[in-house]
Every structure is written in structure tokens, then in C-alpha cells.
């Protein structure tokens, strides 16, 4: 028979007996939280660029937290509950936020309400996500594709305007209006059913394997000496990928149903 006592005990052990290996996870999404809530600081200290650098390590945290967790076994609920909260700290009120502090106020009660709808549209995207996880009659090839824009590349794809301001002047991309149109259009795909390539399970073939490695090199090169027309031009490659995705996904579709 199990007592409180007895639960108590073995919830201790459970806890005593936890491997570092499988908190490492866990330790790099508090490492992207805090990311994302230091952007919201140099925001708000007028510090452009290194508020869009601090999402830019948070997406990058978020990536390897996942990665992490499936390699060293360290996945569980709460982990993927934390990584929830951080995603929607990270890529929706910082970035709507920084945007806010950084033109979007200028246009008023307008421009909060702006940014609120791509707060409240993260939000339910990321619950949408949660609950799709546990869906036990998902096809397998839905693995492949996300159900609208993920959180980290619509928080990322919001800040557009301000990655290209930095090489770009202010002039254009600082107006309300522009910013206020992208939060808008980010908002919307997130919650939207069109289909974008999930990378999770990508394989690369072994013929591929040298000249991805390459092109990973240039890539890493080219963010650290030209980074925001690198992040720019990154950003509207995704974009252009959409359609594509739109229709592998239709081709798999069809051929399930035939």
C-alpha cells in the first residue's frame, strides 16, 4: 500500500537520482528565456541591435534544447510545458514589444493593438502545437510539416523590418505602418492551416553530407561579418519556401488518399 510518505520518498529519489546529462535541455531553454527577456532590457534601453541579437541566440537555444533533449533521452512534459512558456516569451511579447518601443507606438492605441493580436496569435498557436503533439492518429509524413508558421520563425520574420533598417536606413521600414502590416501578416500565418517544412527529422543524404557542411561554413561566416543581411535574406528564403511547402505537403496528401 502507498502511503504520502512512501510517494514523498520515492518523488525524492526520482529527483536525487536525475542525470545532469538529461537537465541540459531544460538548462538551454532558461538560457533562451532569459535571451528573450534580456531583448525586452535593450529595448527599452534604446539598444536596436542587440535586442535583435538576443532573439537571435534565444531562436538559436530554442533550436538546440529540442535536439538536445531527443539525443541524451532528457525529453518529458515538463520540458516541453517550459519550453511553451519560453517560445512564447521569446518569440511573441519580445518581439512585439521591441517593435512596439521601437515605431509601432507611434501609431497610437492602434499600434498596441497591433502588437497585442501578434501576442494573443503566438499564444494560440503554441497551445494548437501542444495539443497536435499528442494526436495519436497523426500520419507519419505530418512530421515533416508544421500547421502554420512556428513561433521562433514568426517572432523572427516580425523583426524583418528592423534586421533591414540596420543596412537599410530607417527611413522605410521604421514607418508604423510597415512594421504593423508584417506583425499582422506574421500573426495570421501563425495561426493560419498552411503547411511549413518542419527540419526536426531532416536527413541528409550521404552525397550532401560534405556540401552541407560547406554551406553551413559560409552561412556561419556570413553572420558574423554581414549578420543582418544574412538574417534578412534567410528570413525571405523561408518565406519563398512556402508555396513548395504547400505543395509537397498536397502531393503527400493526395497520394495517402489514393
Not at 550532401?208 to 559560409?218: D, Y
Amino acid at each position: 500500500m502507498n502511503t504520502p510518505g512512501n510517494n514523498e520518498n520515492a518523488a525524492k529519489k526520482r529527483f536525487r537520482d536525475m542525470s545532469f546529462n538529461r537537465m541540459i535541455p531544460n538548462i538551454l531553454t532558461l538560457l533562451a528565456l532569459s535571451a528573450g527577456l534580456t531583448a525586452i532590457r535593450f529595448a527599452l534601453n534604446g539598444k536596436w541591435e542587440h535586442a535583435a541579437m538576443a532573439i537571435v541566440i534565444a531562436a538559436i537555444l530554442d533550436a538546440l534544447d529540442g535536439r538536445m533533449a531527443r539525443l541524451l533521452k532528457g525529453a518529458s512534459k515538463f520540458g516541453a510545458e517550459l519550453d511553451s512558456l519560453s517560445d512564447f516569451v521569446c518569440f511573441g511579447v519580445s518581439p512585439a514589444l521591441i517593435l512596439y518601443l521601437w515605431t509601432m507606438r507611434d501609431a497610437g492605441r492602434l499600434g498596441w493593438v497591433v502588437v497585442m493580436v501578434f501576442v494573443i496569435c503566438c499564444g494560440l498557436r503554441l497551445a494548437r502545437f501542444n495539443v497536435m503533439l499528442e494526436d495519436p492518429d497523426a500520419l507519419p509524413w505530418k512530421s515533416r510539416f508544421f500547421t502554420g508558421i512556428p513561433a521562433p520563425a514568426g517572432g523572427g520574420l516580425a523583426l524583418l523590418p528592423l534586421a533591414l533598417s540596420f543596412q537599410l536606413g530607417d527611413g522605410f521600414f521604421r514607418d508604423p505602418w510597415v512594421a504593423g502590416i508584417v506583425l499582422l501578416v506574421m500573426a495570421g500565418m501563425m495561426v493560419s492551416t498552411v503547411p511549413t517544412y518542419s527540419f526536426k527529422n531532416l536527413k541528409i543524404s550521404r552525397a550532401w553530407i560534405l556540401p552541407t557542411m560547406l554551406i553551413t561554413g559560409a552561412v556561419i561566416i556570413l553572420l558574423i561579418n554581414a549578420p543582418w543581411v544574412t538574417l534578412s535574406v534567410i528570413g525571405i528564403a523561408y518565406i519563398a519556401s512556402i508555396p513548395f511547402s504547400i505543395r509537397d505537403q498536397q502531393a503527400l496528401s493526395n497520394a495517402d488518399k489514393a
